[in-house]
């Protein structure tokens, strides 16, 4: 141990420097939310939508590599530089994914989208997670038990 500030590099992006007994949280967290750092922002964004829609407009989530191109690079485009001219506001993002059309469609297949499950085109039916169902049993009829 020394009292010489460490240097991180970070994803092809310069150096993260963090002094030595200092909390290097600070230092990573303006790093990943700097505005010319495209990869925090766009990564948020996808996992925000896939949140909603049970897929990403990269899916998976987590592949951001050539060989998985976002499905609509625009509207990923368009959402991360929102988010981060809204100064990283997760209400802004939520409320525009809400307030699209996209989210709003109907579960009803129609004759041209029965089989879509990636572009958008109605909303997916989906399970609720157990954990889910336990809690939501739990509140309903007031039980305390723990499993």
Known sequence: RTDEPLELQLLESGTVTIQAGGDPRRPIMDWMSDPTNPWFAR???????????????????????????????????????????????????????????????SWKPNATNPQDRRNFSRAIPRRLPAEVIYDAVKQATVSTDKV
């Open 43 to 105: 990564a948020f964004v996808n996992r925000v939508w896939a949140s909603y829609f049970h897929v990403g407009i990269v899916d998976p989530p987590d592949a951001f590599t050539p060989a998985n191109p976002p499905s609509h690079p625009a509207l990923l485009k368009w959402l991360t530089a929102g988010f981060i001219e809204s100064g990283y506001d997760m209400k802004w993002l939520h409320r525009q994914i809400a307030s699209s059309q996209a989210y709003q469609r």
